[in-house]
């Protein structure tokens, strides 16, 4: 029973053009989501993160909404880069610090010149 | 300031030989974290550590799969005997562990690709 889930395995986008990855959840006791990008033989790195008492965070070109009632969130990427292309995992915990953090499959984006 | 430390990067061993995986987590990062990967999923947990104690291991194969880390700094990890299934990516994260949402702010490692024959 998957609680994250990224629907998407793949996504190609043109540079200079936005990014949209998706990711969905079906434990509402989830509190906190976060994105971590992956390039090929290195381990995630720490991308952006929300609360959910916001339902938007932004940093630089990277801007993470979340919809609660929905149960989604999804990650925009604008403008594009070459070096964007990577696998971006969403992730999930709950509200004690004891919660396990539940990561989705991941979607691989590419970047097209 | 150096990363989370792994290794060896690669392994590749005959199914039922033993196998371990080392990290150094970052320094002051209380809670360390081992992770399985498997190829097109996501990092799934297998034990995690504040300090020196392992909080959740619920998910850590324990007939196989051993874990210490003796004076709450570096880790290892064990499987004896490998299978065939246990080919995957190991990942070691450690994290600030103070609560909040700086625990959930892992750093991981490069990873231990593990292949058995």
């Known amino acids: 029973d998957q609680q994250v889930k990224q629907n998407s395995p793949s996504l190609s986008v043109q540079e200079g053009r936005i990014s949209i990855l998706n990711c969905d959840y079906t434990n509402s006791m989830f509190d906190y989501f976060l994105w971590y990008k992956k390039y090929p033989a290195e381990g995630p790195t720490f991308l952006i993160s929300i609360s959910s008492i916001k339902d938007k965070n932004e940093d630089g070109r990277f801007t993470v909404f979340l919809n609660k009632s929905a149960k989604h969130l999804s990650l925009h990427i604008v403008p594009s880069q070459p070096g964007d292309s990577a696998v971006y995992f969403c992730?999930?915990?709950?509200?004690?610090?004891?919660?396990?953090?539940?990561f989705g499959k991941g979607t691989r984006l590419h970047i097209l010149p | 300031e150096a990363g989370v430390v792994q290794s060896p990067r690669y392994k590749i061993i005959e199914k039922k030989q033993p196998v371990a995986f080392w990290c150094n987590p970052i320094?002051?990062?209380?809670?360390l974290y081992w992770y399985l990967q498997n190829l097109g999923q996501g990092p799934e947990l297998l034990i995690r550590?504040?300090?020196?104690?392992?909080?959740?291991d619920s998910q850590l194969p324990k007939d196989r799969f051993s874990a210490e880390r003796l004076k709450g700094v570096d880790s290892t990890l064990k499987i004896q005997p490998a299978e065939l299934g246990d080919s995957a990516v190991y990942l070691c994260a450690s994290s600030l562990g103070t609560g909040g949402k700086g625990a959930n702010v892992l750093t991981f490692g490069a990873g231990s690709r593990l292949t058995v024959l």
């Open positions: 320094s002051g990062h209380n809670t």
């Open positions: 550590y504040e300090n020196e104690e392992a909080v959740d």
């Open positions: 992730a999930a915990s709950g509200m004690n610090r004891d919660d396990k953090i539940i």
